[in-house]
């Protein structure tokens, strides 16, 4: 297994704003690269990669991305305020700066106190046992299982009622996957859970010996994916005991 990279919500929230602040000023305005006088708008488009019918999305996803890390920091950092009202400053920048403005008046808000606090933050929440940090290439293997998965269910004798909440479950794993990817938010816990929970409100309308090949793989797919969660990671007896193999797990 390839070493893991940190991907986490504040990760992911500073270093696009390391990315802002590292835009230069040129008098009262800014620069990137060599352009002069860059809007928020261009300014963010070009950090991020974007076009522009995409930013409004991503600068939602941002929104979110805050959101996350206030309530890591409320659940795990004593004497929480004083950060959660510096992360209220950012959301109020990102909320009411015009995206046509300067993109020095996004940066005036950057201040070395927020900056500072965003560190603080990321150093504390780095020692949280519960912020699961999952491998590239364990991502790589759900992936090519979903496909392999679709491609079984197309073939068994599962009932189609089934096979469309199964491949509405396998949507939301890959849904997580790029939530993960793109913003460091790990979701896996709650969609492995409504998995587990769609096989086993449908389990009596599965046949286990005409769908031995499915299940098999079903089983290889859950035991992978289990380890993107809490549970996996504390190998708890009470999800080990009914998780053990789909196969009796249905039974």
């Given at each position: 297994?390839?070493?893991?990279?940190?991907?986490?919500?504040?990760?992911?929230?500073?270093?696009?704003?390391?990315?802002?602040?590292?835009?230069?000023?040129?008098?009262?305005?800014?620069?990137?690269?060599?352009?002069?006088?860059?809007?928020?708008?261009?300014?963010?488009?070009?950090?991020?990669?974007?076009?522009?019918?995409?930013?409004?999305?991503?600068?939602?996803?941002?929104?979110?991305?805050?959101?996350?890390?206030?309530?890591?920091?409320?659940?795990?950092?004593?004497?929480?305020?004083?950060?959660?009202?510096?992360?209220?400053?950012?959301?109020?920048?990102?909320?009411?700066?015009?995206?046509?403005?300067?993109?020095?008046?996004?940066?005036?808000?950057?201040?070395?106190k927020l900056i500072t606090t965003l560190d603080i933050c990321a150093d504390n929440l780095d020692g949280i046992d519960?912020?699961?940090?999952?491998?590239?290439?364990?991502?790589?293997?759900?992936?090519?299982?979903?496909?392999?998965?679709?491609?079984?269910?197309?073939?068994?004798?599962?009932?189609?009622?089934?096979?469309?909440?199964?491949?509405?479950?396998?949507?939301?794993?890959?849904?997580?996957?790029?939530?993960?990817?793109?913003?460091?938010?790990?979701?896996?816990?709650q969609v492995y859970d409504s998995f587990l929970g769609g096989l086993y409100k449908h389990r009596q309308d599965i046949?286990?010996?005409?769908?031995?090949?499915?299940?098999?793989?079903?089983?290889?797919?859950?035991?992978?994916?289990?380890?993107?969660?809490?549970?996996?990671?504390?190998?708890?007896?009470?999800?080990?005991?009914?998780?053990?193999?789909?196969?009796?797990?249905?039974?």
């Amino acid at each position: 297994m390839e070493a893991t990279k940190r991907n986490t919500p504040i990760d992911n929230l500073n270093e696009f704003l390391d990315s802002v602040r590292g835009i230069k000023k040129t008098g009262s305005v800014s620069v990137i690269s060599s352009e002069v006088g860059i809007s928020i708008e261009k300014a963010f488009c070009d950090i991020l990669k974007i076009d522009k019918k995409e930013l409004y999305s991503v600068l939602s996803g941002y929104l979110q991305l805050i959101t996350v890390i206030k309530n890591q920091i409320k659940v795990n950092i004593k004497n929480h305020d004083k950060y959660v009202s510096q992360l209220d400053v950012l959301e109020r920048a990102f909320v009411s700066v015009g995206l046509d403005r300067d993109v020095s008046v996004f940066q005036s808000y950057l201040t070395e106190k927020l900056i500072t606090t965003l560190d603080i933050c990321a150093d504390n929440l780095d020692g949280i046992d519960d912020l699961i940090i999952v491998p590239e290439d364990v991502l790589d293997k759900i992936e090519n299982q979903i496909s392999e998965l679709i491609k079984l269910l197309e073939d068994s004798q599962i009932p189609q009622k089934v096979s469309k909440v199964l491949l509405h479950k396998l949507d939301e794993v890959e849904h997580a996957i790029k939530q993960y990817r793109r913003w460091g938010i790990n979701e896996f816990e709650q969609v492995y859970d409504s998995f587990l929970g769609g096989l086993y409100k449908h389990r009596q309308d599965i046949n286990a010996e005409e769908n031995k090949s499915f299940l098999e793989k079903l089983n290889s797919f859950m035991g992978v994916f289990r380890t993107t969660t809490q549970t996996g990671k504390d190998i708890l007896d009470t999800s080990k005991g009914i998780t053990d193999t789909v196969i009796s797990f249905l039974e």
